[in-house]
Each structure stands twice: as structure tokens, then as C-alpha cells.
């Protein structure tokens, strides 16, 4: 079994930044994937990024390339996504994931493991 958890988030203007961490526990594997998701109010939830545990691979949604970056500290179990440029549209829940395989993911039925999630919400 995987625990899965997320801290970071809060309360940020528009063009500011913040980082979220998630904190991976219990027998996770070099193989896995990880991917970090978000849903606003009366969304689906959505991919935002996603990483190779081993951290050889990386993958955005086109909303938010150039503006996020997905990193992972193996020797911390711990997964990162900084944010950056943030807008107002970037406000929701946001959630890592964990997927049994190394082949990166972007639906979330593809992920076997879930944090409980941090909110962000970007003021204009």
C-alpha cells in the first residue's frame, strides 16, 4: 500500500508562486509513476503534470507548460510541483497520484493511489 501526502497549497496573487510537495510512503517503487492533478468547483478533475519516479520522464498539460515543473527527491520520497506565473484559472484542489507502472499517465483512472489534496487559489 502507497500513502500519499500533499502540503503546500494556500492563498496567492496572480503572477506569484508557490510549491507543492507530496510526501510518498509505504512500498512505492522506482517503477512507479506520479502525477500531480487538479479540479476546480463543478470540474472534472484534471492532469496538470506527471514524472517517471525515477524522474527520467516528465509531461505537462499545455495549460500550464512553460509555467510548472514537476520534480521528484528519491532519497525524500517526496514529489514536488512548482508553480509559477500562477493566474486565477490555476485555483482548485490539487492532488498526487501514484500509478504501478513507469509509463506516465494523463486520466485519472490511469493512478492506483491518491492524496487527500491541497487547495491553491489564485486572487486576481
Known amino acids: 500500500q502507497v500513502q500519499l501526502v500533499e502540503s503546500g497549497g494556500g492563498l496567492v496573487q496572480a503572477g506569484g508562486s508557490l510549491r507543492l510537495s507530496c510526501a510518498a510512503s509505504g512500498r512505492i517503487f522506482s517503477s512507479y509513476g506520479m502525477g500531480w492533478f487538479r479540479q476546480a468547483p463543478g470540474k472534472e478533475r484534471e492532469f496538470v503534470a506527471g514524472?517517471?519516479?525515477?524522474?527520467?520522464?516528465?509531461y505537462y498539460a499545455d495549460s500550464v507548460k512553460g509555467r510548472f515543473t514537476i520534480s521528484s527527491d528519491n532519497a525524500k520520497n517526496t514529489v514536488y510541483l512548482q508553480m509559477n506565473s500562477l493566474k486565477p484559472e490555476d485555483t482548485a484542489v490539487y492532488y498526487c497520484?501514484?500509478?504501478?507502472?513507469?509509463?506516465?499517465?494523463?486520466?485519472?483512472?490511469?493512478?492506483?493511489?491518491w492524496g487527500q489534496g491541497t487547495q491553491v487559489t489564485v486572487s486576481s
Open positions: 514524472i517517471s519516479w525515477s524522474g527520467g520522464s516528465t
Open positions: 497520484a501514484a500509478r504501478r507502472t513507469f509509463i506516465l499517465g494523463v486520466t485519472p483512472n490511469q493512478y492506483n493511489y
